[in-house]
Every structure is written in C-alpha cells, then in structure tokens.
C-alpha cells in the first residue's frame, strides 16, 4: 500500500516562472492538505481539499497560490510568479475521512527559486 | 488560534540515554500527532494520541486532555533518534487543519 507520493522531489525556479506541485494520497484516502516549511521553522497550513471542492484555504496566500484536487489525478499546488521567498519544503498530507483520522504525510517538495 | 508550545527547543543526548520531550496546547484538541523529521527532511508518523498512553518499541506518549499537554519519551536513545520531534494538533475553531509546534531538536551522540 504506497503512501503519500509527491512530485518533483526537488524543483528550482528562476524569479518569475511558475511552479507545479502534485500529491497523490493514500489509495482510498479523499481528504488532501497541504502544508509549507521554511527554512528552520515548524510546518504551517495553507490549504485543505477534497475532492473538486477547497474546504479551506486560510492558510494560503491571496496572490499567486492556488491549489485544485480534481475528480482525477493528483491534487497539484500552483505557484505563479515565484520569488525567492517562496522557497520551502512543501508537504502534502491526506486522511481517510474528515473526523478525528491520522494525516500521513508525504516526502515533500523542495523548491528553490534562484 | 490553538497555540502549539513545545520544549525544550534542542537536547543533546548521549546514546542510550532517556528522554522527555513536552507539548503544551492552548485548547481542547480533535487530533494530536508526534512526528518525527529526520536530517533528510521526511516527516515520519509516530504516534495519533489526542489522549492517553501508546508505545511503540522504545517510544511511548501520553496526552492528559484535560490538562491541555503531551509527552513524548525516547528511551535507550540511539544516533538514528536524531532530527527535530514535532507535535502538532487539530482542534479549537481550527477545523481539520494541524497546527504545528516549533519542535524539539535533538541530537544523540554516540
């Protein structure tokens, strides 16, 4: 039973370009979350989905960030325009159900923007 | 928000020695989760304990709900415990989103 997966593992920008990021969950699993690491620091929310719907994005920033989980495929996490402060590790969780389930995480993106 | 405290912020340990890592939360809590991220950066699941006790092998945590912390212990440590520890709960008007705590840093050293 594979876990999380995440891809690219390791993803360099120039200012400017955009960034693709895509989870796939645990088989079975319907709820995806999305979380950002900075250098040095503990990991912060930005975006929880289920299928085709944003349940809550209040972690993520207002400009440039956006993120879909579609009816098929992998949920992808879309950064225009990256500057170098979006440079971080950015992880994806999924759980089984909404209520009190475990978030198994995945291996992490981590992006640097030159 | 929930705040999310954890101490102490670094350990250094000799090998095969104990420890005791804290989690302190400010609000009732849904979910609590202890991971473990080691020096490749992978965050391993340790234990799912919003209350009680669970061991796993030489790691064990209890959560005393009511009393808003929890407690990792690491016993007989070895080199490959190093890596920072993080708890991070689910709770409060926070709805399914974990909140992380600043995680404990430690080293062992053989």
């Known amino acids: 039973n594979a876990g999380v997966m995440q891809n690219p593992r390791h993803l360099v920008r120039r200012r400017g370009q955009e960034a693709r990021l895509r989870c796939s969950p645990m088989k079975g699993h319907s709820h995806v979350y999305w979380y950002r690491q900075l250098p040095e620091e503990g990991l912060k929310f930005m975006v929880y989905?289920?299928?085709?719907?944003?349940?809550?994005e209040s972690g993520m920033p207002k400009e440039r960030f956006s993120a879909e989980f579609p009816k098929e495929g992998p949920s992808i996490l879309r950064i225009q325009q990256v500057v170098r402060g979006d440079s971080a590790a950015y992880f994806c969780?999924?759980?089984?159900?909404?209520?009190?389930?475990?978030?198994?995480f995945g291996p992490g993106t981590r992006l640097l923007v030159l | 928000g929930i705040q999310v405290e954890q101490s102490p912020p670094d350990l250094i340990l000799q090998e095969g020695a104990n420890s005791t890592l804290r989690c302190n939360f400010s609000d009732s809590v849904n979910n609590l989760q202890w991971f473990h991220q080691n020096p490749w950066g992978q965050l391993i699941n340790l234990f799912y304990i919003p209350s009680g006790t669970k061991q796993n092998g030489r790691l064990s945590a209890t959560t005393v709900a009511t009393e808003r912390y929890s407690l990792l212990y690491i016993s007989s440590s070895q080199t490959t415990d190093s890596g920072v520890y993080f708890c991070?709960?689910?709770?409060?008007?926070?709805?399914?989103?974990?909140?992380f705590g600043g995680g404990t840093r430690v080293l062992v050293k053989p």
């Open positions: 969780a999924s759980s089984l159900d909404r209520e009190q389930q475990t978030q198994y």
């Open positions: 991070a709960v689910e709770g409060g008007a926070a709805g399914n989103k974990l909140t």
């Open positions: 989905l289920q299928k085709e719907n944003i349940i809550d």
